[in-house]
């Protein structure tokens, strides 16, 4: 039975296949693709302003698509701000929108 | 209840701290620290030679201590690799040591 942190790290992989198959690239995220995995797998995180800025960062090549490389760089800086909220040990709340 | 992906990186965090709390600076993996998750947490992936140069490469300020940062930038290089494996949908298993 896998570890904790590789069925972590396989949870990563295994979500950005379960979305970047349903059309287009089935190895790339378009943008209807990427909303999708965040609505319905980081609901809390994002708006449409900060989905198009989001977008933008990430499709370095800007080709309206997310390739699984800058999938796992946008991931890495959600969990270096988990991080931070985790050392703060701070009760403070995720911003509401 | 938060979803799979929101808990695989909260995983990667709590994981990291279940180890750089032990010794030394609280928020930073030390040599011991690192091999003890290593072996731990992903056993599969890691023997002596390549703990060493795995840990040259990693602690980029020669301090003898890998800090989170680091830490997500050596999960994502394995998310990668677990990337490509997944893609290929190989029936490769992981090299034997």
Redesign the interface.
Known sequence: MA???????????????KYSGKEGDK?KLSKAELKELLN????KQMDEAEFRRLMNDLDHNKDSEVD??EY??F??C???G??EF??DGSTKQPRKK
């Open positions: 570890c904790p942190l590789e069925q972590a790290l396989a949870t990563m992989v295994t979500t950005f296949h190895y319905k797998e980081l609901p699984f490389k796992v760089c991931l890495a959600i969990t270096m988990f991080n985790f050392k």
